[in-house]
């Protein structure tokens, strides 16, 4: 039994744990962490209620599917979610020459990255993804940061998508990026999916309002990823150097991220609590991932989810103009319509 239990929560076809671990990590992202790491840090995630795994090939050249599937296989097959993503397939290099991956992560750059959201491209993807993880499924799969190849991925990947799903290949379909706008357009031009990943655009700092509205409304499900905005909320108050969007963060936002820590601090939550916990006020919104590099991350990830939050922050922040009021509005007038 899990020391906690992580509730669920259900759109369509996607029912995930609130909190879900994201697979980024485990591919090395940044630095190298060894195997045993690896493991602990899944195990932590499991014993602690996190039902929810999220990788992709493109994390680590398959290494944290690959990790995944291994740390995994141990597990029930019907007590968790696993989601992979589809849009660049790897292929071997024979170029390497000892090089190392030029995308952020500390692995042989053995293999190269190839976008194809090409139909067959969708469907190899998904075959290797399941190769590597040693499953015969992936429970969701998402297109991935396919904003430079649009025409294609509407075109070609997403029916793919959709024939997988009817064929039980996969259980539910959708996409992830780093940008709210196509994300709406595919819900609103009703293209089948069942969730999307949403990373960076619903935290404390930007609230993509429109999005998770449309999705409420037509009964899609949102995965918010990158609650932190690459740091910047991850730590009570910014650090030396601290980062935004993957590059170093403006002036202006963190003099506005200190505003949202004092405020944050006069309620005695810490401001990476409140950016953990705001996502998931809104019911269009079925999980929250975040990436650990130590069990200890993940612990304190599991920590942060369990702390009672005031409503009287989530006041005080709207009526600084800190953050939208729709979506204190929405969550106050649904709070009980999660379906």
Request: proline share 7%.
């Amino acid at each position: 039994m899990p020391d906690f239990v992580i509730p669920t929560r259900t759109r369509g076809r996607a029912t995930l744990t609130e909190l879900g671990l994201g697979g980024s990590q485990l591919g090395n992202l940044y630095r190298a962490i060894g195997d045993d790491d690896a493991r602990r840090i899944v195990d932590t995630a499991w014993d602690n209620g996190i039902r929810y795994f999220d990788t992709a090939p493109h994390y680590g050249l398959g290494l944290s599917e690959r990790r995944f599937g291994a740390l995994l296989r141990e597990r029930p097959r019907d007590d968790y979610v696993l989601s992979s993503k589809v849009g660049r397939l790897l292929e071997p290099d024979p170029n390497a020459d000892g090089r190392m991956d030029d995308e952020g992560f500390d692995v042989p750059a053995t293999t190269r990255r190839r976008w194809d959201f090409s139909g067959d491209g969708v469907r190899r993807s998904v075959q290797e993804s399941l190769d590597r993880l040693g499953l015969d499924r992936l429970d969701v799969a998402y297109l991935h940061d396919p904003e430079n190849h649009w025409e294609q991925a509407l075109a070609e990947a997403l029916p793919a998508l959709v024939e997988l799903r009817d064929e039980g290949v996969v259980g539910a379909i959708g996409a992830g990026m780093n940008f709210a706008e196509p994300l709406i357009e595919l819900i609103r031009d009703d293209r089948g999916v069942d969730v999307v990943m949403c990373a960076g655009r619903y935290t404390l700092l930007e609230q993509a309002d429109d999005l998770v509205e449309l999705a409420f409304e037509r009964g899609v499900g949102v995965v918010a990823a990158g609650v932190y905005n690459s740091g910047l909320l991850a730590t009570p108050r910014p650090g030396p150097d601290p980062m935004y969007d993957y590059a170093p963060a403006p002036t202006h936002l963190v003099a506005r991220v200190e505003a949202l820590a004092t405020v944050c601090e006069r309620h005695g939550v810490t401001l990476p609590d409140a950016a953990l916990a705001f996502p998931l006020r809104h019911p269009a919104v079925v999980s929250v991932v975040v990436g650990a590099a130590s069990p200890e991350q993940v612990a304190d990830a599991v920590d942060r989810h369990h702390r009672p939050i005031p409503d009287a922050l989530w006041s005080d922040l709207v009526a600084a103009e800190m953050i939208s009021p729709r979506s204190a509005n929405f969550h106050q007038s649904h709070t009980q319509e999660l379906p």
